[in-house]
C-alpha cells in the first residue's frame, strides 16, 4: 500500500511551489533587501499584484482609502504578511485542471477559503502579530484531499461513501482505506514545496491539534476554523459532517467562548470578498 | 412549541438590542468583537447601557429570565422555525459535544442562520 509520500510521485502541476514564493523567500532573507526589492518583484507579475490589490482591498482588511500601489499595500501588510499572501492567491492556480469527479475545484477552494478567514479572524482575536500566516495555514489544510482525489480516486470514492454510510467524519474513512489520511498527504506537499514548519505543522494536525509539539497554537486555530467552516457550510472538501471538535484547541485558543458568533459573522462577511479576490480566476 | 419553551430549555435567552428592555439582568459577560470586556455578568440594564450597545455595535445579548413573563418574543425568528432549523442541523454535528459551550454557540448561531435563511448560503457539493 502507497504512504503519504508515494501519493505525490509524478504529480507535475504541483511538483513545485509557485516561484514566486521562493524569489519572495529569497528577497525577504537578504539582509541587504528592501520593501522596494519585495515590491519590484511582486510587480513584475501583473495577475498577482492585481490579485493582491484586490485582496488587501476587500472587506477583510477595512482600510478606509483605496490601496493602489504594491509598495502602499507592502507599507501597510508588511512584506513577511504579503509573501504569505503571494502564497495564497497563487496556489489556486496550481490546483486548475484537477479532476472534479469527487468534488469541485470550486467548492474545495470555497471551504478553504472560509477556513482561511476564520483562522485569520480567530489569530486577529488573539493579537497575533502575522495573522495572514493563519489564512495561509487554513487555506491549505485540506491541500492533501485534491492530491488523493487525482492520485487514488477509486478508493477516495470508497472512503466518501464509507463516510456517508456509516456517518463518520471522512478523515476516520480515509484512514480506514488508506492507513493516512489528506492531513499526512498535505503535509507530505507543504514539506515537498519547503514550506515553513509552522504551515507543515498546523495543516498536519489539524484533526488532532493536541499532537502539535512545536506550533499548538496554528493547530489549534486551524482546527476551530476547520470547524467552524464546515459548520457553517460554505463549500465543502467532500466532509459532510461538522468534524469532532476538541475543547483543548479552544483552551489553547484562549478567547471567550461568548466570541464565536462575532468570529462566525466576521467570517461571513469577509469570506464573499476573499473567494471574490482569490479564486475568481480557479478556472483559467 | 412557544418561545417561552425554548427559553426554558435554555436558561438564558439572545436577545437583539432593539429588543432589550431596562432592568433585564446579562446572563454571559459582553465582549466587544476585538473581545474586551464591557458589561459583566449580574449586571441589570440601565438606558445607558442600552444606548451604549448601540453605539458600540452590539447586536444582541443573553440575558437572564427564562421565567421572566416579560420575555415574549426573543430571538429574530419563530420558536418553531428555530426547532425545524436544530432538528435540520443536528444531524449534521452528530460527531461533536453538543454540551460543549464553543459547539453550543456555533450551533445556536448556524440554527438561527438556517431559520432565517432556509438552505441559505450552503454551497455543499
Request: net charge negative.
Amino acid at each position: 500500500m502507497p504512504n503519504a509520500s508515494d501519493l505525490l510521485k509524478g504529480v507535475v502541476t504541483v511538483a513545485s511551489l509557485p516561484g514566486i514564493y521562493i524569489r519572495l523567500s529569497d528577497v525577504i532573507n537578504d539582509p541587504r533587501s528592501s520593501a522596494d526589492d519585495v515590491g519590484a518583484i511582486i510587480a513584475d507579475d501583473p495577475g498577482l499584484t492585481a490579485r493582491l490589490l484586490k485582496l488587501v482591498n476587500s472587506a477583510m482588511y477595512g482600510f478606509p482609502s483605496k490601496i493602489e500601489t504594491v509598495s502602499h499595500a507592502i507599507s501597510i501588510v508588511g512584506t513577511a504578511q504579503l509573501q504569505d499572501l503571494a502564497l495564497a492567491t497563487s496556489v489556486i492556480r496550481l490546483f486548475a485542471n484537477m479532476p472534479e469527479d469527487l468534488v469541485t475545484m470550486e467548492s474545495f477552494w470555497r471551504h478553504s477559503i472560509a477556513c482561511g478567514v476564520t483562522a485569520r479572524i480567530i489569530a486577529a482575536r488573539r493579537r497575533e502579530p502575522n495573522v495572514e500566516r493563519f489564512f495561509v495555514a487554513g487555506l491549505l489544510h485540506d491541500i492533501g484531499r485534491p492530491i488523493i482525489y487525482m492520485r487514488a480516486a477509486d478508493q477516495a470514492r470508497v472512503a466518501i461513501d464509507r463516510a456517508r454510510e456509516e456517518k463518520i467524519p471522512l478523515f476516520r474513512a480515509e484512514q480506514d482505506v488508506f492507513g493516512f489520511t489528506h492531513a499526512h498527504v498535505g503535509n507530505a506537499l507543504l514539506e515537498t514545496w519547503k514550506l515553513p514548519p509552522t504551515l507543515r505543522e498546523a495543516v498536519a494536525c489539524h484533526h488532532f491539534p493536541d499532537r502539535a509539539t512545536r506550533f499548538p497554537v496554528e493547530a489549534a486555530v486551524v482546527h476551530v476554523a476547520d470547524v467552524f467552516a464546515n459548520a457553517l457550510r460554505l463549500g465543502s472538501s467532500g466532509e459532510r459532517l461538522v468534524p469532532p471538535f476538541d475543547a483543548r484547541a479552544w483552551a489553547t485558543v484562549g478567547l471567550a467562548p461568548a466570541m464565536v458568533p462575532g468570529i462566525l459573522e466576521e467570517a461571513e462577511r469577509h469570506y464573499d470578498a476573499a473567494v471574490q479576490a482569490i479564486a475568481v480566476d480557479v478556472r483559467q | 412549541m412557544t418561545s417561552r419553551g425554548i427559553a426554558a430549555d435554555r436558561v438564558v435567552s439572545v436577545i437583539a438590542t432593539d429588543d432589550l428592555a431596562v432592568g433585564m439582568v446579562v446572563a454571559e459577560d459582553v465582549a466587544d468583537q476585538q473581545g474586551r470586556l464591557l458589561l459583566g455578568a449580574g449586571t441589570t440594564l440601565t438606558e445607558r447601557h442600552l444606548r451604549a450597545f448601540l453605539m458600540w455595535g452590539i447586536r444582541g445579548i443573553r440575558v437572564r429570565g427564562a421565567d421572566d413573563e416579560e420575555i415574549v418574543a426573543p430571538l429574530p425568528v419563530s420558536a418553531e422555525r428555530l426547532a425545524e432549523a436544530e432538528e435540520l442541523l443536528r444531524p449534521h454535528f452528530q460527531h461533536c459535544e453538543m454540551s460543549d459551550p464553543v459547539i453550543a454557540e456555533l450551533f445556536m448561531y448556524c440554527a438561527l442562520r438556517e431559520a432565517q435563511h432556509p438552505g441559505g448560503r450552503s454551497s455543499h457539493a
